[in-house]
């Protein structure tokens, strides 16, 4: 045998890796890049002026000092804030564990949708009937049907606290959209990848655990911690059943004050929670993007 | 021919919806031939090929491996697959796995071997096949040529029969193609049982002990590799080579 040519080829396309610095991935500022430092300077001096504007709009109207009084007092905020973070950790404790559950239950579900074969069929039934239904029920009449109704059965062994019940309500309804999610990344991993597996011998489990699975999660991460985003902020619905976590807090706490400043207070905690998720995602998916670029341009 | 019957093909007929694409496909490939197929694309050798390893259910007649009908009702497929290995045109590398662990995946999932057993197999192929540098890379970082090299390696760390070649050079750069078709070169000297479906005459010229000429479905001719490309027999075989010269492909 003649030795293989050696072929150079290139790593990776200079031009499409990340700065090592400045670009983190930002969709509102990536247009002023292209700009330069004039655009730079037209767009602050542009948002100086507008929010200048509009603020003062604000603060000049009549209505104003009744507005901020009744949202926006200092005071109030204070005493509600540590209040409220406090009990905030009851609906991380509940959105937690529920995203925890709902990783593994919706795996389930996806594979058991995508097996092949009649006889399989009553149970691909099943999951799609489940799909479909809590998909299609509000998740706070699950919480109603499950936090009222399962305890009223007073059924022996089976827990009648309202936190089991929240977890085991939002699990099943966020389970059957995750579900969705899996069974898309299952999807679109190409069928050449299962008939490479299969062809090396590896049954068709084998070929889902090690080929298939590693490489759909890895791809319908975006949309999932999306839907997380989703549920963490119905944790809040939780209030219904009449437990004491973030929000019936700042209810608690609005109705001796008769201000409204409380729910703002937890307003802010829910933005701060979820905005570095969301901007995790934006990463994740730009990441992705790039990778694809340099995949295509190979 | 020399040797024992390796694989046998009697009578094999496949169709996909209302379209026959191989009607009564009748081969035999002995222990240490290597047989190149060639034909024009839609001529049914790709089928052929997935059909002898099982990733296409048969419609009519029999594949005897090694003395074994595995077209039987009750046969192993996963077994059936060990022994024969098939590399494809598009490669098909696990993206998500290192060359490595593309390479030992199948023996430590399906024969079992230990890691250790399995990583010392695959390195000695590697090392055989000019990659040892190269097994702790992702797939997505190698030239096509390395990415079929790893390809054709990881159907050999199963240690087949037979091996199946699917056009393996159809997908590459003209500039990648020699060092694939040198690998393969290296394992019919070293007595690989090979079938290879290809669009490379010249290589098909060096490298078989037989070629078949694959036209509507059925082997239209087979003979020695000399005789076929300057002689052939049948008038779809000559112009099937008189296109192919035209096209300058020979």
């Known amino acids: 045998m003649s030795a293989p040519r050696e072929i150079s080829f290139p790593k990776r396309t200079p031009g499409l890796d990340p700065p090592a610095q400045g670009n983190r991935g930002s969709r509102i500022l990536a247009p002023l890049r292209a700009e330069g430092a004039r655009g730079v300077a037209i767009a602050i001096v542009s948002t100086v002026v507008v929010f200048a504007v509009v603020t003062i709009a604000v603060v000049s109207s009549s209505g104003w000092p009744l507005i901020r009084q009744s949202f926006f007092d200092g005071a109030v905020f204070a005493e509600a804030f540590p209040k409220i973070v406090d009990k905030f950790w009851r609906n991380v404790f509940i959105f937690t564990v529920a995203e925890v559950l709902v990783l593994i239950v919706a795996l389930l579900i996806a594979v058991i949708r995508s097996l092949p074969g009649p006889v399989f069929f009553p149970l691909r039934l099943l999951a799609a009937a489940y799909t479909d239904l809590f998909r299609a029920v509000p998740t706070i009449l699950v919480i109603a049907l499950l936090g009222f109704g399962a305890p009223a059965l007073a059924i022996r062994g089976v827990p009648s606290s309202d936190v089991f019940w929240a977890i085991v309500a939002l699990t099943f309804v966020y389970s059957a959209y995750v579900a969705e999610v899996y069974r898309a990344g299952i999807a679109s991993i190409h069928p050449s990848q299962v008939a490479s597996a299969r062809a090396l011998g590896l049954s068709r489990q084998q070929g889902l655990r090690s080929v298939v699975l590693p490489q759909a999660i890895r791809r319908v991460i975006p949309p999932l911690l999306n839907d997380f985003i989703g549920l963490q902020k119905d944790s809040a619905l939780v209030v219904f059943l009449g437990y004491q976590e973030a929000l019936r807090t700042a209810q608690i706490i609005q109705s001796e004050n008769f201000d409204f400043t409380p729910y703002v207070a937890l307003a802010l905690v829910y933005v701060v929670i979820t905005i570095p998720q969301a901007r995790f995602v934006d990463w994740l998916i730009a990441r992705d993007q790039r990778k694809r670029q340099a995949e295509a341009t190979l | ?250």
């Open chain 2, 1 to 250: 021919m020399s040797g024992a019957v390796a694989l046998r093909v009697d009578g094999l007929h496949k169709s996909f919806g209302g379209v026959e694409v191989l009607r009564g496909v009748d081969l035999e490939v002995d222990d240490h031939e290597v047989v190149c197929m060639i034909g024009a694309s839609g001529s049914g050798k790709s089928t052929l090929l997935r059909c002898l390893n099982l990733l296409e259910p048969i419609d009519a007649g029999r594949i005897v491996i090694d003395g074994d009908d595995i077209t039987s009702a009750g046969t192993d497929q996963n077994a059936v697959r060990r022994k024969i290995g098939i590399v494809f045109q598009s490669f098909n590398l696990f993206p998500h796995k290192t060359v490595l662990r593309n390479i030992t995946l199948a023996p430590t999932k399906v024969l079992r071997l230990s890691r250790a057993d399995a990583d010392e197999r695959a390195h000695g192929l590697l090392a055989r096949f000019d990659l040892d540098d190269k097994a702790d890379d992702y797939p997505d970082r190698l030239s096509g040529g390395q990415q079929q090299r790893v390809a054709i390696v990881r159907a050999l760390a199963m240690q087949p029969d037979i091996l199946l070649l699917d056009e393996i050079t159809s997908a590459l750069d003209p500039v990648l193609v020699a060092e694939v078709l040198d690998a393969i070169r290296e394992l019919a000297e070293q007595g690989m049982t090979m079938l290879i479906a290809t669009h490379e005459m010249g290589f098909a010229r060096d490298v078989a002990s037989r070629v078949a000429f694959l036209h509507g479905g059925t082997i239209v001719e087979e003979g020695e590799p000399n005789r076929m490309f300057s002689d052939p027999a049948e008038p779809e075989t000559r112009r099937f080579l008189d296109r192919i010269i035209a096209a300058g492909r020979m």
